[in-house]
């Protein structure tokens, strides 16, 4: 069984910043990747940025140049820094991990339950 831990959301003013993180543990014996998605209201859920292990970063256009993911691989934790935010930004943020359990097992990806950010003055 794997947990997914979600910290940092909040309310913020236009312009400010959040730093959200997310800790698995658990059953995970090689974690491939760790993603952040979003999903605003009547919106559908969208990729926000990816870290695989070992592999490029990539970011949605929509945040390039304002968003920052990174790893803690020690931690098996993700982070989010969310500078120069937008009311656009306002959406529950998701984070997952995209792992297996043991050696030669297939992968699983796993959410967590979700972090309310919202940019408002």
């Known amino acids: 069984q794997v947990q997914l831990v979600e910290s940092g959301g909040g309310l913020v003013q236009p312009g400010g910043s959040l730093r959200l993180s997310c800790a698995a543990s658990?059953?995970?014996?090689?974690?491939?990747?760790m993603c952040w998605y979003r999903q605003a209201p009547g919106k559908e859920r969208e990729l926000v940025a990816t870290f695989p292990s070992g592999g490029r970063i990539n970011y949605a256009d929509s945040v390039k140049g304002r968003f920052t993911i990174s790893r803690d691989y020690a931690k098996n934790t993700v982070y989010l820094q969310m500078n120069s935010l937008k009311p656009e930004d306002t959406a529950v943020y998701y984070c997952?991990?995209?792992?297996?359990?043991?050696?030669?097992?297939?992968?699983?990806?796993?959410w967590g339950q979700g972090t309310q950010v919202t940019v408002s003055s």
């Open positions: 997952n991990v995209e792992y297996n359990y043991r050696l030669g097992f297939p992968r699983n990806i796993y």
């Open positions: 658990g059953s995970i014996f090689s974690i491939f990747s």
